[in-house]
């Protein structure tokens, strides 16, 4: 039973160019969160996602940044135009379905993507 | 607003010691509280879980207990291993809320 699966581990891009995160939830999960972790800091929330719904982007800027969760195929965290300061441990983690709202389950966190802007 | 904060921000023992991380919440009304460790490159492994109605959560050597009225838990560590070095992050679920709010970590290293 494969766990939370992120790709790619790292990834380099320079300033301008786009990113883009992949994350496949564990299997019978359809609750997807990305988190991400500044250096020194501790992670922040950004988006939550269910199959083909944005159910709280909060946590994301209001520009450059955009997430979807088709119905198949992993979650994708996708940054335009990045800035150094995107530079960044990119977190997903995935929970399963449970009502209401699944707050009581664990989530399960991935491997996570290490974003270097150059 | 929720704030999570976790003392000291580094510790280093010696193998076999027993030792206590702590984790602060400034509001009270939480639905749980996670611990977790971090490995360097390899993401964030869920350790213990703690309903808000629960006052200790225990799994081998590690036990994580919950004062929700004092805003605190700790994360207490027996009889520690080079193994468990790692950095240990607490996270509390608000309540009615699905984002997690974090602390920044202890890092923790055990000393052979």
């Known amino acids: 039973n494969a766990g939370v699966m992120q790709n790619p581990r790292h990834l380099v891009r320079r300033r301008g160019q786009e990113a883009r995160l992949r994350c496949s939830p564990m299997?019978?999960?359809?609750?997807v969160y990305w988190y991400r972790q500044l250096p020194e800091e501790g992670l922040k929330f950004m988006v939550y996602?269910?199959?083909?719904?944005?159910?709280?982007e909060s946590g994301m800027p209001k520009e450059r940044f955009s997430a979807e969760f088709p119905k198949e195929g992993p979650s994708i965290l996708r940054i335009q135009q990045v800035v150094r300061g995107d530079s960044a441990a990119y977190f997903c983690?995935?929970?399963?379905?449970?009502?209401?709202?699944?707050?009581?389950?664990?989530?399960?966190f991935g491997s996570g993507t290490q974003l270097s802007v150059l | 607003k929720q704030e999570v904060t976790q003392i000291p921000a580094a510790l280093s023992v010696p193998e076999g010691e027993n030792l206590v991380l702590n984790c602060s919440f400034t509001d009270s009304a939480i639905y749980n509280l996670q611990w977790f460790r971090q490995d360097p490159g390899k993401g964030l492994t869920s350790l213990l879980l703690?309903?808000?109605s629960q006052r200790e959560q225990t799994s081998g050597r590690l036990n994580a207990s919950l004062d929700k009225s004092s805003g605190r838990s700790t994360l207490y560590i027996a009889a520690s291993q080079p193994g468990d070095s790692a950095t240990y992050l607490c996270a509390v679920r608000p309540d009615s809320n699905y984002q997690l709010i974090w602390g920044a970590g202890t890092k923790l290293i055990i000393k052979p």
């Open positions: 703690i309903q808000s």
């Open positions: 996602l269910q199959k083909e719904n944005i159910i709280d």
């Open positions: 299997k019978g999960h359809s609750h």
């Open positions: 983690a995935s929970s399963p379905p449970t009502a209401p709202g699944g707050l009581r389950e664990k989530l399960f």
